[in-house]
Nanobody
Framework: QVQFVESGGGLVQPGGSLNLSCTAP????????IHWYRQAPAKQREWVAL???????KYLDVVKGRFTISRDNRLSTVYLQMDRLKSEDTAVYHC???????WGRGTLVTVSS
């Protein structure tokens, strides 16, 4: 069973940056588009970004120009570089394929002064 592992979250001030990582030990992510999602407190999970096997990227409008998704196929790792963070970016961030497999624990991003 696929188990995604997210890391890199933390507490950051508004305007700051974080770089999230996504791996799936034992699963060949390289053949799949990998998606980042987030779930803010008391809100539904929302899609944030995707990167295709060939490097095509797509973003949620509100993160365009601030977030950058990338992948390193040698390491089977997908990254989400988040810059100019805002309080409304506070959420638990998850990665997955689509259709989704089992959800990992995610990584908490808190943007607060």
């Amino acid at each position: 069973q696929v188990q995604f592992v997210e890391s890199g979250g933390g507490l950051v001030q508004p305007g700051g940056s974080l770089n999230l990582s996504c791996t799936a030990p034992g699963f060949n992510c390289n053949s799949y588009s990998i998606h980042w999602y987030r779930q803010a407190p008391a809100k539904q999970r929302e899609w944030v970004a995707l990167v295709s096997p060939g490097g095509f990227t797509k973003y949620l409008d509100v993160v365009k120009g601030r977030f950058t998704i990338s992948r390193d196929n040698r390491l089977s790792t997908v990254y989400l570089q988040m810059d100019r963070l805002k309080s409304e970016d506070t959420a638990v961030y998850h990665c997955n394929i689509n259709p989704a497999r089992a959800w990992g624990r995610g990584t908490l991003v808190t943007v607060s002064s």
